[in-house]
């Protein structure tokens, strides 16, 4: 996947300097740092194209340090974007701005960190993921990722042994969670797109999972996507579903997923509590349940 993300693939970029030596002297302390981040800045400022290729390869990049990959996520976001409005477009235009087949080989890139052993890059490509989304989704660009990370959850997992598998599915279902986040303001997705978005999440919810931080991740990110599921939650079937897999979450082993559960349980009843009357009598069982273990405990 690091060469996806452009000519810049390896160490050296434009310049004749070593991205990740850089990236490391800008951890330090004292001259180095001072000097390594005055370099980076200049190579972002002089040559924007050309630094999100390095900084994607530095963060796709299995053989970098960790702190490098990091970093290097850190800054590939914050070209994305701004907490300034007026900043936050200047970013925004800048990415589609670059050229169509670099944009594509940083996102494919990035996709493809997602099963990555190190938990903290994989959240840094995922929050990366969603910035991106924040920009294309409502231009109907970028159409194949959410189906792409629904089949994270089903059908890549063929052939992947079951570590693997579960670092695989962690990883999509903390992206589904941040694009979630990104896009509350924005209507940025299709119902269709609101669909294959809750069957990855239930999915990874499903009490058959065996991997408790799965089960935590897709929680926490049907949080996130409650906002766009109003269809769903009017028809009877899906919300069901969806209320029965909360509710399983709630009575789990693992006090996180719990706590987890509960809090979706609450959105749940503050956004469409009209729908719950036959909810309600077992909404509040579990939750006596759960108030006299703790009080057990």
Same mark, same amino acid.
């Given at each position: $996947?690091?060469?996806?993300? /452009?000519?810049?693939?390896?160490?050296?970029?434009?310049?004749?300097?070593?991205?990740?030596?850089?990236?490391?002297?800008?951890?330090?302390?004292?001259?180095?740092?001072?000097?390594?981040?005055?370099?980076?800045?200049?190579?972002?400022?002089?040559?924007?194209?050309?630094?999100?290729?390095?900084?994607?390869?530095?963060?796709? &990049?299995?053989?970098? $340090?960790?702190?490098?990959?990091?970093?290097?996520?850190?800054?590939?976001?914050?070209?994305?974007?701004?907490?300034?409005?007026?900043?936050?477009?200047?970013?925004?235009?800048?990415?589609?701005?670059?050229?169509?087949?670099?944009?594509?080989?940083?996102?494919?890139?990035?996709?493809?960190?997602?099963?990555?052993?190190?938990?903290?890059?994989?959240? #840094?490509? !995922?929050?990366?993921?969603?910035?991106? #989304?924040?920009?294309?989704?409502?231009?109907?660009?970028?159409?194949?990722?959410?189906? /792409?990370?629904?089949?994270?959850?089903?059908?890549?997992?063929?052939?992947?042994?079951?570590?693997?598998?579960?670092?695989?599915?962690?990883?999509?279902?903390?992206?589904?969670?941040?694009?979630?986040?990104?896009?509350?303001?924005?209507?940025?997705?299709?119902?269709?797109?609101?669909?294959?978005?809750?069957?990855?999440?239930?999915?990874?919810?499903?009490?058959?999972?065996?991997?408790?931080?799965?089960?935590?991740?897709?929680?926490?990110?049907?949080?996130?996507?409650?906002?766009?599921?109003?269809?769903?939650?009017?028809? !009877?079937?899906?919300?069901?579903?969806?209320?029965? &897999?909360?509710?399983?979450? !709630?009575?789990?082993?693992?006090?996180?997923?719990?706590?987890?559960?509960?809090?979706?349980?609450?959105?749940?009843?503050?956004?469409?509590?009209?729908?719950?009357?036959?909810?309600?009598?077992? *909404?509040?069982?579990?939750?006596?349940?759960? *108030?006299?273990?703790?009080?057990?405990?």
């Amino acid at each position: $996947p690091t060469q996806a993300c /452009g000519t810049f693939a390896d160490m050296t970029v434009a310049g004749g300097f070593d991205v990740t030596q850089v990236l490391l002297a800008a951890q330090e302390h004292g001259e180095a740092r001072v000097q390594a981040e005055e370099t980076l800045r200049q190579f972002q400022e002089g040559a924007p194209p050309a630094f999100v290729q390095a900084m994607c390869a530095q963060l796709v &990049g299995e053989d970098k $340090p960790l702190e490098t990959r990091q970093l290097a996520g850190l800054m590939l976001k914050n070209t994305l974007t701004a907490k300034d409005k007026s900043r936050r477009l200047e970013a925004q235009q800048r990415w589609s701005t670059l050229d169509a087949a670099a944009r594509e080989g940083v996102k494919h890139a990035l996709v493809g960190v997602l099963g990555s052993a190190q938990r903290q890059a994989v959240s #840094a490509a !995922a929050q990366v993921i969603s910035k991106i #989304a924040a920009i294309e989704f409502p231009h109907k660009m970028w159409p194949g990722l959410i189906q /792409g990370l629904l089949r994270n959850m089903g059908e890549a997992q063929a052939g992947l042994p079951p570590e693997k598998g579960a670092v695989l599915k962690h990883g999509t279902l903390e992206t589904l969670g941040y694009i979630c986040e990104e896009l509350a303001d924005l209507e940025g997705l299709e119902q269709a797109e609101v669909n294959y978005v809750l069957t990855a999440i239930m999915q990874g919810m499903r009490k058959e999972e065996p991997v408790a931080q799965v089960r935590i991740a897709a929680t926490v990110a049907l949080s996130n996507a409650l906002e766009f599921a109003a269809q769903n939650f009017d028809t !009877a079937e899906e919300r069901d579903y969806i209320v029965q &897999g909360v509710c399983d979450c !709630a009575i789990a082993a693992e006090d996180k997923l719990r706590e987890e559960a509960f809090l979706v349980l609450v959105t749940i009843v503050d956004t469409y509590y009209r729908h719950l009357g036959s909810y309600l009598g077992k *909404i509040y069982e579990i939750s006596a349940k759960a *108030i006299e273990g703790d009080a057990q405990d």
